[in-house]
């Protein structure tokens, strides 16, 4: 048998790990947070290096519409991702 110690140590890194993957579940693929739009995104209504979910009906099954704003005057660039659990 572990010392209690040992099992407190377990426990808190394992606590931690399941952390930190809920954390990355939260971000797309770029490490950018990513919201689901209700609307078609538009240029003028994202900020700077934003990113919008839009399930546009135009990805495959399973995925969605990522438009990310890239700078202050930028338009918006489109591709599929894996879309997130619901």
Same mark, same amino acid.
């Given at each position: 048998?572990?010392?209690?110690?040992?099992? !407190?140590?377990?426990? $808190? =890194?394992?606590?931690?790990?399941?952390?930190?993957?809920?954390?990355?579940?939260? @971000?797309?693929? %770029?490490?950018? !947070?990513?919201?689901? $739009? =209700?609307?078609?995104?538009?240029?003028?209504?994202?900020?700077?290096?934003?990113? @919008?979910?839009? %399930?546009?009906?135009?990805?495959?099954?399973?995925?969605?519409?990522?438009?990310?704003?890239?700078?202050?005057?930028?338009?918006?660039?489109?591709?599929?991702?894996?879309?997130?659990?619901?």
């Amino acid at each position: 048998m572990a010392p209690r110690g040992d099992h !407190q140590m377990y426990r $808190a =890194t394992v606590t931690l790990a399941l952390g930190v993957l809920l954390l990355a579940g939260c @971000q797309s693929s %770029d490490g950018q !947070q990513s919201r689901i $739009a =209700t609307t078609m995104p538009v240029v003028a209504d994202m900020a700077p290096n934003e990113t @919008q979910l839009y %399930d546009d009906g135009k990805c495959g099954p399973g995925e969605i519409a990522r438009y990310h704003k890239r700078g202050k005057n930028a338009g918006l660039s489109r591709s599929c991702v894996e879309a997130p659990a619901r």
